[in-house]
T-cell receptor, first 113, second 111 residues
Framework: KAGVTQTPRYLIKTRGQQVTLSCSPISGHRSVSWYQQTPGQGLQFLFEYFSETQRNKGNFPGRFSGRQFSNSRSEMNVSTLELGDSALYLC????????????FGPGTRLTVL | GESVGLHLPTLSVQEGDNSIINCAYSNSASDYFIWYKQESGKGPQFIIDIRSNMDKRQGQRVTVLLNKTVKHLSLQIAATQPGDSAVYFCAETFPLNKFYFGSGTKLNVKP
């Protein structure tokens, strides 16, 4: 069974731009969570989607948004990029709920110049 | 938010020795815990999990111990190998379906 895939793997943007990251969960998984990982803050929860609905949200500004499609694939969008948004963005999928094991993708490394 | 902390940011062990990585959690309502391993340039990889109705679970060369009395979680790696060198995270979740991750412990395995 294929793992969680994320595209693109690397991205360079400039301040003020917006970016869209994509995540394809493991087949059969309906829960998709997004995390931001930085050296200073560690792994921080962004949001979780289940059956196309945002079920949980972390403490990030409204510039960070996401959505989930009927095939469980998910996208996250960051608008008006800031230098501090440079991070590894990780997607994790689970079978049903957040209490099941989450399996992570390789991440998208975003650099904001 | 709730905090999940790690006692040691870096742990160095000799190849072949056993490793113990510790984690403290603060929410007594947490009912599911996972240990992840993250190698450089990769996403976290699931190692082992445990639910709050258990106090010990064993996998291949790994054991997770849960002490709910003191809200402490540990990961034991037997016969540590160079390939075990990575950052290890513990994560907890409570019934809001959100995972909270500790800051991570870097494990260095010396040959």
């Amino acid at each position: 069974k294929a793992g969680v895939t994320q595209t693109p793997r690397y991205l360079i943007k400039t301040r003020g731009q917006q970016v869209t990251l994509s995540c394809s969960p493991i087949s059969g998984h309906r829960s998709v969570s997004w995390y931001q990982q930085t050296p200073g803050q560690g792994l921080q929860f962004l949001f979780e989607y289940f059956s196309e609905t945002q079920r949980n949200k972390g403490n990030f500004p409204g510039r960070f948004s996401g959505r989930q499609f009927s095939n469980s694939r998910s996208e996250m969008n960051v608008s008006t990029l800031e230098l501090g948004d440079s991070a590894l963005y990780l997607c994790a999928s689970g079978v049903v709920t957040g209490e099941d094991t989450q399996y992570f993708g390789p991440g998208t490394r975003l650099t904001v110049l | 938010g709730e905090s999940v902390g790690l006692h040691l940011p870096t742990l160095s062990v000799q190849e072949g020795d056993n490793s113990i990585i510790n984690c403290a959690y603060s929410n007594s309502a947490s009912d599911y815990f996972i240990w992840y391993k993250q190698e450089s340039g990769k996403g976290p990889q699931f190692i082992i999990d445990i639910r709050s109705n258990m106090d010990k679970r064993q996998g291949q060369r790994v054991t997770v111990l849960l002490n709910k009395t003191v809200k402490h979680l540990s990961l034991q790696i037997a016969a540590t190998q160079p390939g075990d060198s990575a950052v290890y995270f513990c994560a907890e979740t409570f019934p809001l379906n959100k995972f909270y991750f500790g800051s991570g412990t870097k494990l260095n395995v010396k040959p």
